[in-house]
């Protein structure tokens, strides 16, 4: 959400990150990290989940937090909203044309066909249960909680060393909620690109107008 809709330019460097892990190409180490999320307090989700390794690596003190789930139900969600999203031909033209989709659909394609290793349709399963077994080796018992949404603030907050809110626990991002979210940012994406292509078609038309006129003031 904050590289989609928050500040677009960050899908540049997670693009950048993308392509030196795995097509070697520049470097991504701490100096990177540090401008991508320096101001950050915790990462989480994707395209972060594709730099496990990297990131504990690159921040040995951070505590991590591993969320799981019944891998046969998380498949089947991803297949219906962010597989949805990156397969959606409206979002893939609309990326020709709005500066933030410009930037955020290739990172997107990016990150599926790497992390998913080129099929997330027949090999997303196995990449989940590599991921999850790859975060257990790299990271010590005391640094790491295995945690199900469904556990609740409990288990989270006293992993945190965090007081337990007064408020229930959040829920905010299925299904139906992400696909109207992101058939509203379409829109909007275009509208703005439109606007934008009628503001630079105005002020073009106007220049030409004016030139003319000068041109006719000066051959009189």
Same mark, same amino acid.
């Given at each position: ?32 990290? $540090?401008? !991508?999320?320096?101001?950050? #307090?915790?990462?989480? *989700?994707?395209? /972060? ?7 504990? %690596? ?60 080129? $099929?997330? !349709?027949?090999?997303?399963? #196995?990449?989940?249960? *590599?991921?999850? /077994? ?7 018992? %005391? ?78």
């Amino acid at each position: 959400m904050s590289a989609s809709v928050e500040n677009p330019p960050d899908c540049l460097m997670w693009h950048d990150a993308l392509i030196a892990k795995y097509n070697g190409v520049g470097e991504f180490g701490r100096k990177e990290w $540090d401008q !991508l999320l320096g101001d950050c #307090q915790a990462v989480c *989700d994707w395209p /972060a989940c594709a730099f496990a390794k990297e990131l504990i %690596e690159a921040y040995p003190n951070a505590k991590i937090i591993l969320t799981t789930r019944d891998v046969d139900s998380w498949h089947a969600s991803v297949m219906k909203t962010v597989w949805w999203r990156v397969s959606d031909p409206e979002h893939r033209f609309i990326s020709n044309f709005s500066w933030a989709a410009s930037m955020y659909y290739p990172m997107l394609n990016k990150f599926f066909q790497t992390f998913f290793r080129g $099929d997330f !349709l027949t090999k997303g399963k #196995q990449v989940y249960e *590599d991921h999850v /077994a790859e975060v257990r080796s790299l990271v010590p018992p %005391e640094r790491l909680l295995e945690y199900k949404i469904s556990d609740g603030w409990g288990p989270l907050c006293e992993f945190l060393g965090e007081e337990v809110p007064d408020t229930p626990f959040p829920r905010g991002n299925d299904m139906a909620d992400f696909f109207q979210r992101c058939r509203t940012r379409n829109r909007h994406q275009m509208m703005n690109a439109t606007l934008q292509a009628l503001t630079i078609g105005g002020a073009i038309l106007a220049t030409g107008l004016a030139a003319t006129i000068m041109f006719k003031r000066f051959s009189r």
